[in-house]
Nanobody, 131 residues
Framework: QLQLVESGGGLVQPGGSLRLSCTASGFTLDSYATGWFRQAPGKEREGVSC????????HYAGSVKGRFTISRDNAKNTVYLQMNSLEPEDTAIYYC????????????????????????WGQGTQVTVSS
């Protein structure tokens, strides 16, 4: 079965950290640029961070720059999102998506299109930041 599976979400206090994982099943993730997106209640989905196939290029939304770090381990077929200094405004469902090379040209373009029909989408993982 070809799918992306997110994990690592949960409840954390403000200032805390979480690491999200996005693991591909049934296909090789290193053929795809990968992005993390999030949707808060009552808000539109937005791009959080995106990474190129080889990890050389990354893009971050301004609201998370300096706090979140995206990385990938292609040997494990997994992309990570390390989230530090979490704020209540980071509360959302976090989704990962994988984009083939013919879909978007740059990681900036991928992150700017949160509702695009990428090759694969995960089911999402809930992140709640609250005291």
């Amino acid at each position: 079965q070809l799918q992306l599976v997110e994990s690592g979400g949960g409840l954390v206090q403000p200032g805390g950290s979480l690491r999200l994982s996005c693991t591909a099943s049934g296909f090789t993730l290193d053929s795809y640029a990968t992005g993390w997106f999030r949707q808060a209640p009552g808000k539109e989905r937005e791009g959080v961070s995106c990474i190129s196939r080889n990890g050389a290029n990354t893009h971050y939304a301004g609201s998370v720059k300096g706090r979140f770090t995206i990385s990938r381990d292609n040997a494990k077929n997994t992309v990570y999102l390390q989230m530090n200094s979490l704020e209540p405004e980071d509360t959302a469902i976090y989704y990962c998506a994988a984009s083939g090379p013919l879909t978007v040209a740059t990681v900036q373009a991928m992150c700017s299109r949160p509702d695009y029909d990428y090759d694969y989408w995960g089911q999402g993982t809930q992140v709640t930041v609250s005291s």
